[in-house]
DNA sequence: CTGTTAGCGCATTCAT
DNA sequence: ATGAATGCGCTAACAG
């Protein structure tokens, strides 16, 4: 070991900056904090000696005792996903031009990691969260009243929850939604495939019982399933279960699942999925059925990507504007912590269907 | 504002539970940290009053006194990009295991940003930071020598800085180019364009220059371009530095230098790409020539992904173990911040060529 | 086994 | 304008 003999301390203290440079530590305090009255001279030293011992100050120490940390705790689903390393970064870089760090925890949507991962925002007393929650019933939130009720700044974003009155900041999903599959429609489609995934065993039968179904599930995809309703109602196109895939949406689970949509005997044409694993999953069924969009199915999904663009024929896709989801939590919840009034309401922002390739009629 | 009559405070410390159980501080403070001795009967109402004041350890006190945070930094070049992403599942998943939070910093590239994110971390305490660095050489590594300095433990993870003497995890670039080469040497290639990314304006003429660049470069980079030199050296190739791409790995610059090295007199059939967004370029620009892989060229890229598998045809790319890599990452760090004296080496882990059908001979 | 006491590093009255 | 004294919530000797 090299370098620790009796040089100086590792981490000087603001004690030995003072006395370094020969003042009370409260002078130091102060020119090193930027506050209060300091004479030029007096600063000057302070500075000096500061520099030469290589302080930095002490971010727990001041947390500790200003109660404020000037850090932003983010709870993302999936940070895999570049769905939400997208939001990320919007997040990170509003917070970090007003003065915030973050710390992001990914609960890879277990509702368990999800209320560890509040608590220990909260024990490390972050100034406020923003959080995309894997929670979707009213049972599944005391941890997030129990943040609020604490004081803790909280606001949502990409998915709202029904059962809590905050700020949420999302994309317009249910008309999002409706365009997509109108898009499909105006195609001349009336079988059309939905990738979807309440964690029910097995598609209601009936539209209500669907549409209950759908409220216990999560927000984004409750807002995705009444859109394909509003547009298949809108077309007086009948509903029909078989058409819509049940459980989780991993990518296997949507291989098998449009599998078996294509091996109906009225076969489906067109096919909207909700996420972009489900597009993935579902070009897979195709290939294995031998089957090629969009002429023998054509294709919307959900979130926008590169290789989207670059796929032969390019996929037509939503494009939601993740950067700019994650700056505005950023800013909403900055300002409540600011000292604003928080509105609690549901900032709405617009997607965008991006037309490419993979939408023609029906083969018939 | 409802809730905040006259109840109980918000956040209870563990004087507050102390008083509410009718025992001493000190007592509490065991039971409620889990050390020393503590008679079963007062454990027993501590933990009750605990219990009804909702108390919970505030994070920052406590570092303060024990010196430690039970937190890992971790600082990447852009959690935007899966295979960072999935790097850090890789962390966050083992530390997790261990008792450790994880903070993570993202630079998007920029050493500023890198050497601030440093600073947050150090100023936050963090036991030990993991680091995926820009820095290139020797004249940029101040920040991270200085946290080594300050005793705090740092782990490089998938580049290794040449001008550090520190453990890092990584894979085996140069031996994974130069399978990949090697396969389209194999499959009759000998016009083989190679996408890399050197900040300088133009590719040196000489293969001495271009090494020399190399090592001016970020590792990885450097050991992809000598696993590229390697087999080409292995089959008698000459080295033409028409077929190197310069500049940033943009999509965009990708695509145009692809385009560039299509329109050669020479032509090559075929190409390497370091990077995944090389891919989507170098796809576009084939599209914009009207070639089509792989029978206009073929092609092979680093990182899979489920994108790649879709694609028609499937693109074979090698695949690098990131969950692996970031496991092991978060295992070395641990062991050092527990005690074991760091080992200060090269951690290699192997990467797999996933063969696909983006290779085939030269159409000739 | 339990309670008292003294810091951790900084911000912040309060006198001077 | 500056310095001495307190407190933030917790851990850790230390005594009882």
Known sequence: MPSDRDEMPARPTISEVAAEAGVGRATAARTLGGYGYVSPEMRERVLAAADKLGYRANALARSMSTGVSHT??????DIGNPFFAGVMRGISDTSRARGFDTIVLSTYEDLDEEIAAVNVLIDKRVDGVIVASTAVGPGEVAHIRAAVDRGVPVVLVDRAVASLDLDA??????DAAREAVETLIAAGHRRIGFVWGPPAAQVPATRRELLAEASRNLWTDGERLRGYLDAL???RIPFDPDLVMVGRKTEERVTQEVARMLALPDRMTALFCTETEAVTGALRALRAAGLAYPHDVAL???DDSAWAAVMDPPLTMI?????RLGAKAAEVLLDTIGGAEPRREMHTLRSRLVMRSSVAPPAS
Do not use: K
């Open 169 to 174: 900041v999302v994309i317009d999903n249910r």
């Open 300 to 302: 919307i999904g959900f």
């Open 319 to 323: 494009e939601q504007p993740v950067h």
């Open 72 to 77: 932003l705790g983010v709870i993302l689903a």
């Open 233 to 235: 109602d809108d077309a």
